[in-house]
T-cell receptor, first 111, second 115 residues
Framework: GIQVEQSPPDLILQEGANSTLRCNFSDSVNNLQWFHQNPWGQLINLFY???GTKQNGRLSATTVATERYSLLYISSSQTTDSGVYFCAVLMIKAAGNKLTFGGGTRVLVKP | SAVISQKPSRDICQRGTSLTIQCQVD?????MFWYRQQPGQSLTLIAT?????????ESGFVIDKFPISRPNLTFSTLTVSNMSPEDSSIYLC????????????FGEGSRLTVL
């Protein structure tokens, strides 16, 4: 099956710093999403970005589908940005669709 | 985006018992999925809940352990049967967005602890 790898696995930031999270995937995909899982376990949708670039406030994401990677940028980080960031890719198959998650990047933003 | 409600939000269960988790969506959706997230791990797809037919299970998950119902396009249940401490996880319901490549959304999750 498809492999989804995220890096780095852990990231410690000082409040106000910028950072880039990476997601590599091993096959062509139909959809790619970025999520933030807060300390209570809830998954928050950040971006639906199978290709191109999108921005939402201090967050932006870029997916280069032909090169099979996506990047999530966090600018001017805040303590509320702490949590785990997941990318997930969707492949549509005859047997059914499947959303496969990467291992996540655990982010801690220190005040 | 769809509003997805899961119940219970958390529970503490005894070994050997079973627990049913409910997932209610505020609109009709074609695709519903159940995921498991073990402590400190990523999310793993358990099965696709098919309306009016048996669920489609992923490798490593079986119907006897995780029976799923989906009686209509807005509701599904996942039962975790004969629980052991290894079943302590967050279980999440997910629904598909518009079209087959549409965005997917998740419920708030059900955090189970098995003693």
């Amino acid at each position: 099956g498809i492999q989804v790898e995220q890096s780095p696995p852990d990231l410690i930031l000082q409040e106000g710093a910028n950072s880039t999270l990476r997601c590599n995937f091993s096959d062509s995909v139909n959809n790619l999403q970025w999520f933030h899982q807060n300390p209570w376990g809830q998954l928050i949708n950040l971006f639906y970005i199978p290709s191109g670039t999108k921005q939402n406030g201090r967050l932006s994401a870029t997916t280069v589908a032909t090169e099979r990677y996506s990047l999530l940028y966090i600018s001017s980080s805040q303590t509320t940005d702490s949590g785990v960031y997941f990318c997930a890719v969707l492949m549509i198959k005859a047997a059914g669709n499947k959303l496969t998650f990467g291992g996540g990047t655990r982010v801690l933003v220190k005040p | 985006s769809a509003v997805i409600s899961q119940k219970p939000s958390r529970d503490i269960c005894q070994r050997g018992t079973s627990l049913t988790i409910q997932c209610q969506v505020d609109s009709q959706v074609t695709m519903m999925f159940w995921y498991r997230q073990q402590p400190g791990q990523s999310l793993t797809l358990i099965a696709t809940a098919n309306q009016g037919s048996e669920a489609t299970y992923e490798s490593g998950f079986v119907i006897d352990k995780f029976p799923i119902s989906r009686p209509n396009l807005t509701f599904s249940t996942l039962t975790v049967s004969n629980m052991s401490p290894e079943d302590s996880s967050i279980y999440l319901c997910s629904v598909g967005g518009r079209g087959i490549t549409g965005e997917l959304f998740f419920g708030e999750g059900s955090r189970l602890t098995v003693l």
